[in-house]
């Protein structure tokens, strides 16, 4: 990536709200209710991630607020290290919460590491890659999110005679990072003179301080549920032997893990220090590999409709096709990235050959996923029988209803908003747009609130403009946001030639009358000869 033309080299202030942090007021539980939206499961985990992070924003917050007025303690960082077993979100949870925050966020694989070195070299390149996420800002980069990955590869193996160097080593290069340290960006500074003083050159140089730096190391740790279940036993813990003894309850050893058990398993004591806090997440169900592709927001459904979607064509999913879906990925064992490849082998014969057919929408049933090429055989033998319409629609109210299940259950987050109430009509509306664009709900819904937002600053305007009280009612508001998002156009100009027709009317109601407040009904857009009429005549 090129380098900016400038850098923001000076100190990081808060006091000119020029930081993120300035304006930072997150809590812990609207940064897991964020993350529900999301994640599926991982009820615990979620809630020491949110909570850690919040924290660590807060604190850094507080300190640099009151930087110079003493403070002898320091900042100890919320470090986190994140198990559990591959395909569970781990990568997926920090990646959403750093773009909630709006920071940068960068992941490195960890056994890259013990390819290359000890000398810590790469460790410091994804400081580095802080900066080039942040676009250039230094104090953005400097309160980024590194993500490490597959850290359980650098534990140091038992089984080897003299020390194991290279993870060691790798241990102990990611020791200054992970507190605080100064890490040199290399750019190539502008208006470089060979002949320029030290110390001029040294004022061009950029660099880093990692000190509020976030960093999470992640990875599956096998082998460790041993060290724990041994730790465990020797300690005789009446509890778990009851636990233990019935059969319906499978026990996750990791949830009891402590730093003992983290050093035992091959890493330094400095290495555990700097890692605070743990995380535990519980491998997947099969009923939770279900909610993951049932979830409106799950990326896996929805990319493979956007797959479909470039040749024009809809793609519905029923209950049990999603269900079987689930059950076949369970099977594999390897968490959430099971359910895309199975999707992927179900569908990729039709994604080849329903475009050559012009093909509008697809019903996915329980039928295609468990022998694709013979539904495909079936369906090719006569594509145009309306048997596929009527599939194809039963998919669609069977997607609709976990859609609008999905918003009653989080009714308190989003049927009802500070600014705009989901009615009936608006629920239509939006499930209409989600299916139209493929995005995640949170974005229609941020798209029908943002129309919303429109019509009342038009209904402002048109009634400072005409000095009376302008109130668009609910169903004209709801024809408003239709007709826009349908013929994909402005809100203003749609409602200054819509209304256009009725301004003059109404001023002069106002002046004979002296009447002043005005209700719009969709009447007024459709037929405003008798919208006026009604007008007249019930003043009448």
Same mark, same amino acid.
């Given at each position: 990536?090129?380098?900016? /033309?400038?850098?923001?080299?000076?100190?990081?202030?808060?006091?000119?709200?020029?930081n993120?942090?300035?304006?930072?007021d997150?809590?812990?539980a609207?940064?897991?209710?964020?993350?529900?939206?999301?994640?599926?499961?991982?009820?615990?985990?979620?809630?020491?991630?949110?909570?850690?992070?919040?924290?660590?924003?807060?604190?850094?917050?507080?300190?640099?607020?009151?930087?110079?007025?003493?403070?002898?303690?320091?900042?100890?960082?919320?470090?986190?290290?994140?198990?559990?077993?591959?395909?569970?979100?781990?990568?997926?949870?920090?990646?959403?919460?750093?773009?909630? &925050?709006?920071?940068?966020?960068?992941?490195?694989?960890a056994?890259?590491?013990?390819?290359?070195?000890?000398?810590?070299?790469?460790?410091?390149?994804?400081?580095?890659?802080?900066?080039?996420?942040?676009?250039?800002?230094?104090?953005?980069?400097?309160?980024?999110?590194?993500?490490?990955?597959e850290?359980?590869?650098?534990?140091?193996s038992?089984?080897?005679?003299?020390?194991?160097?290279?993870?060691?080593?790798?241990?102990?290069a990611?020791?200054?990072?992970?507190?605080?340290?100064?890490?040199?960006?290399?750019?190539?500074?502008?208006?470089?003179?060979?002949?320029?003083?030290?110390?001029?050159?040294?004022?061009?140089?950029?660099?880093?301080?990692t000190?509020?730096? +976030?960093?999470?190391?992640?990875?599956?740790?096998?082998g460790?549920?041993?060290?724990?279940?041994?730790?465990?036993?020797?300690?005789s813990?009446?509890?778990?032997?009851?636990?233990?003894?019935?059969?319906?309850?499978?026990?996750?050893?990791?949830k009891?893990?402590?730093?003992?058990d +983290?050093?035992?398993?091959?890493?330094?004591?400095?290495?555990?220090?700097?890692?605070?806090?743990?995380?535990?997440?519980?491998?997947?169900t099969?009923?939770?590999?279900?909610?993951?592709?049932?979830?409106?927001n799950?990326?896996?459904?929805?990319?493979?409709?956007?797959d479909?979607?470039?040749?024009?064509?809809?793609?519905?999913?029923?209950?049990?096709?999603?269900?079987?879906?689930?059950?076949?990925?369970?099977?594999?064992?390897?968490?959430?990235?099971a359910?895309?490849?199975?999707?992927?082998?179900a569908?990729?014969?039709?994604?080849?050959?329903?475009?050559?057919?012009?093909?509008?929408?697809?019903?996915?049933?329980?039928e &295609?996923?468990?022998?694709?090429?013979g539904?495909?055989a079936?369906?090719?033998?006569?594509?145009?029988?309306? !048997?596929?319409?009527?599939?194809?629609?039963?998919?669609?109210?069977?997607?609709?209803?976990?859609?609008?299940?999905?918003l009653?259950?989080r009714?308190?987050?989003? +049927?009802?908003?500070d600014?705009?109430?989901?009615?009936?009509?608006?629920?239509?509306?939006?499930?209409?747009?989600?299916?139209f664009e493929?995005?995640?709900?949170?974005?229609?819904?941020?798209?029908?609130l943002? &129309?919303?937002?429109?019509?009342?600053?038009?209904?402002?305007?048109?009634s400072?403009?005409?000095?009376?009280?302008?109130?668009?009612?609910?169903?004209?508001?709801?024809?408003?946001? /239709?007709?826009? +998002?349908?013929?994909?156009?402005?809100?203003f100009s749609?409602?200054?030639?819509?209304?256009?027709?009725?301004?003059?009317?109404?001023?002069?109601?106002?002046?004979?009358?002296?009447? !002043?407040k005005?209700?719009?009904?969709?009447?007024?857009?459709?037929?405003?000869?008798?919208?006026?009429?009604?007008?007249?005549?019930?003043?009448?």
């Open positions: 990536m090129p380098a900016p /033309n400038r850098y923001r080299i000076q100190k990081v202030t808060l006091t000119q709200g020029t993120f942090l300035y304006d930072f997150l809590k812990p609207d940064l897991e209710a964020y993350l529900d939206e999301y994640v599926v499961g991982q009820a615990e985990a979620k809630g020491i991630i949110a909570t850690k992070v919040c924290t660590h924003f807060h604190k850094a917050k507080a300190m640099l607020l009151r930087e110079g007025r003493g403070d002898n303690v320091g900042f100890i960082k919320n470090n986190i290290i994140l198990i559990g077993p591959t395909g569970v979100g781990k990568t997926y949870m920090i990646k959403l919460i750093a773009k909630k &925050l709006g920071v940068p966020f960068v992941k490195g694989d056994t890259k590491f013990s390819e290359t070195g000890y000398v810590g070299g790469d460790v410091e390149d994804l400081v580095r890659d802080l900066y080039w996420e942040a676009d250039g800002d230094l104090e953005k980069a400097r309160f980024g999110i590194i993500y490490l990955d850290i359980d590869k650098i534990a140091s038992g089984d080897i005679i003299g020390p194991d160097v290279s993870r060691t080593g790798v241990q102990r990611l020791l200054k990072p992970l507190e605080e340290t100064e890490v040199e960006i290399k750019v190539q500074p502008e208006n470089v003179f060979p002949f320029d003083s030290e110390e001029k050159k040294k004022k061009r140089k950029i660099t880093i301080n000190k509020y730096v +976030l960093f999470v190391v992640s990875g599956a740790f096998h460790l549920e041993e060290i724990i279940k041994k730790r465990l036993k020797k300690s813990l009446g509890f778990l032997s009851e636990v233990e003894g019935r059969s319906d309850v499978k026990v996750n050893y990791l009891f893990t402590t730093p003992e +983290l050093v035992a398993y091959g890493f330094e004591r400095e290495f555990v220090g700097r890692l605070p806090v743990i995380a535990v997440c519980d491998p997947l099969e009923e939770d590999l279900f909610e993951i592709l049932a979830n409106p799950s990326a896996i459904v929805l990319n493979k409709k956007r479909f979607k470039v040749y024009g064509i809809d793609l519905a999913f029923t209950d049990s096709a999603l269900r079987l879906c689930a059950k076949l990925a369970y099977k594999e064992g390897t968490g959430a990235r359910l895309l490849r199975v999707l992927e082998k569908l990729i014969p039709f994604e080849k050959t329903l475009p050559s057919l012009n093909v509008e929408h697809l019903g996915v049933t329980e &295609l996923i468990c022998d694709p090429q539904y495909l079936t369906f090719l033998n006569n594509p145009r029988d309306s !048997k596929w319409e009527e599939v194809y629609l039963q998919a669609l109210k069977e997607e609709k209803e976990r859609f609008l299940r999905y009653e259950l009714k308190h987050r989003y +049927l009802r908003t600014v705009m109430e989901l009615t009936p009509q608006r629920l239509n509306l939006l499930f209409e747009l989600y299916k493929d995005v995640e709900l949170s974005v229609v819904l941020e798209e029908m943002n &129309l919303y937002r429109q019509i009342k600053g038009y209904e402002a305007t048109f400072r403009r005409n000095q009376i009280q302008a109130v668009f009612t609910d169903e004209a508001i709801d024809y408003i946001i /239709n007709e826009v +998002l349908r013929n994909d156009r402005g809100v749609f409602c200054e030639k819509a209304l256009s027709r009725i301004e003059y009317a109404l001023l002069n109601i106002r002046d004979i009358q002296g009447r !002043k005005f209700y719009i009904t969709p009447l007024a857009f459709t037929n405003p000869e008798k919208y006026i009429e009604d007008l007249i005549s019930f003043r009448a």
